[in-house]
């Protein structure tokens, strides 16, 4: 019996141990039931979360290749802008180079200006010389054609004059021939004569 009794005792304080063990691992398991619940609660907020970053992210990358597609537009006007900024350039120094060459062109111009305005009123006063001049000659002009005009005059005289001389030798010489003819015709005829 005694041995029944230890067995027992034995199987008691088993007893009792497995059922402490019993409620230990019952806590743990309400504890681990409890965590449970507290990570499932957790694991939805976390998925939530999640959802919302995810979208965020989304919508971040969507902007960020907005942007970037935007970065890329706005480099390629850059770099169009440089160029037209480029070509700008060189045209405004041709403009320049054009500019000052004109500058030039029209200070030599300016100056070759003064010389034909220097010379034209030489030319001017070389002319009106020259028309002065012309109007003497145009005077002596008129004289000469004056005294021209009576030469003529003159000559036409002389020359009626010597015409009249002519026509009297001429009817001269004709009356002569004429005479010498008729001398010849009556000695030819005249019987007195023929003895």
Request: aromatic share 4%; net charge negative; proline share 1%.
């Amino acid at each position: 019996m005694y041995k029944a009794t230890e067995k027992a005792n034995e199987l008691s304080k088993m007893a009792d141990a497995k059922e402490y063990e019993l409620r230990r691992t019952q806590e743990a398991l309400e504890n681990a039931s409890s965590e449970l619940m507290r990570a499932k609660d957790d694991y939805s907020r976390l998925m939530v979360e999640s959802q919302s970053l995810q979208r965020n992210l989304d919508g971040q990358l969507t902007e960020k290749s907005d942007l970037q597609r935007q970065a890329e537009g706005e480099d390629a006007r850059n770099r169009d802008l440089t160029s037209q900024v480029f070509e700008r350039e060189n045209r405004l120094r041709n403009t320049d180079d054009q500019l000052m060459v004109s500058r030039k062109e029209q200070d030599n111009l300016r100056f070759s200006n003064n010389n034909m305005m220097e010379r034209n009123s030489d030319l001017k006063a070389e002319i009106d010389a020259v028309q002065s001049h012309c109007n003497v000659l145009g005077g002596q002009n008129r004289d000469l054609n004056v005294e021209l005009e009576r030469f003529v005059q003159t000559d036409e005289q002389i020359r009626a004059t010597l015409n009249r001389r002519d026509r009297v030798m001429d009817l001269r010489t004709k009356t002569e021939t004429e005479i010498h003819r008729s001398a010849v015709d009556v000695e030819r005829a005249s019987p007195v004569r023929r003895r």
